[in-house]
């Protein structure tokens, strides 16, 4: 007879396969903000809860094209999940971070603008020129 416990992880494989934010991004926003919000703070470099996610800091392009998908997102709870998560980046890769603002920049929503001024937080508090820039083209 088998004991409870082996049945219980028969078949199962011993780790879960690694997940790649590639493998998502052409997929559509999930339905609810919770799992729209999981799937930013889940690749954001910089948990304070977390030890940091270093995978993505010098090539953060599949990050990024999971937060194109939310970066109009009507909940404001996904809405700052989206800002924090370029905010850190701009701490670890600002060159590429500021290059996804900038492309954010043209014709934004009332969401995106949000998100953008949200996530420049810090750089306007330290008066940085590129944020200034950011800002004044919408």
Request: glycine share 4%; charged share 30%; with cysteine.
């Amino acid at each position: 007879a088998v004991s409870r416990g082996r049945r219980w992880t028969r078949g199962r494989p011993r780790s879960p396969p690694p997940i790649y934010p590639r493998d998502h991004c052409t997929a559509p926003p999930q339905p609810t903000p919770g799992l729209r919000r999981l799937a930013s703070e889940g690749l954001r470099p910089r948990l304070p809860w977390s030890k940091r996610l270093s995978l993505f800091t010098q090539e953060p392009e599949p990050v990024f094209e999971v937060l194109d998908t939310l970066k109009d997102d009507p909940s404001r709870f996904v809405q700052k999940s989206v800002a924090n998560n370029v905010n850190d980046y701009l701490k670890d890769n600002r060159s590429a971070a500021l290059a996804l603002l900038g492309r954010w920049t043209d014709d934004p929503s009332p969401q995106r603008r949000w998100i953008i001024r949200h996530a420049l937080r810090n750089e306007t508090k330290r008066g940085t020129a590129e944020a200034a820039e950011i800002l004044s083209t919408y």
